[in-house]
Nanobody, 112 residues
Framework: QVQLVESGGGLVQPGGSLRLSCAASGSIFRNYAMGWYRQAPGKQRDLVAMISSGGTTNYADSVKGRFTISRDNAKNTVYLQMNSLKPEDTAVYYC??????WGQGTQVTVSS
């Protein structure tokens, strides 16, 4: 059974940066699109960024130019580099394999 484990969340000041990592167990990683979603308190879970098996990326408008998703198939890991963070980026961030398998989430808090 495939499992996803996120790491890298934390507290950061506005304008700061964080890099999230998501490590996948199993050998199917390279064949599937990977994504990051986020969910703020009282809100629905929304797409942040996706990367296809071939490396094509797409982003939510709210994070374009600030966030970068990447993947390392040799390490079965997907990353989310987050720069110029804003308070409205505060949420629990979840990693997913094509919305079929989800990680446990990692908290990102942007506050001064």
């Amino acid at each position: 059974q495939v499992q996803l484990v996120e790491s890298g969340g934390g507290l950061v000041q506005p304008g700061g940066s964080l890099r999230l990592s998501c490590a996948a167990s199993g050998s199917i990683f390279r064949n599937y699109a990977m994504g990051w979603y986020r969910q703020a308190p009282g809100k629905q879970r929304d797409l942040v960024a996706m990367i296809s098996s071939g490396g094509t990326t797409n982003y939510a408008d709210s994070v374009k130019g600030r966030f970068t998703i990447s993947r390392d198939n040799a390490k079965n890991t997907v990353y989310l580099q987050m720069n110029s963070l804003k308070p409205e980026d505060t949420a629990v961030y979840y990693c997913t394999i094509q919305t079929m398998v989800w990680g446990q989430g990692t908290q990102v808090t942007v506050s001064s």
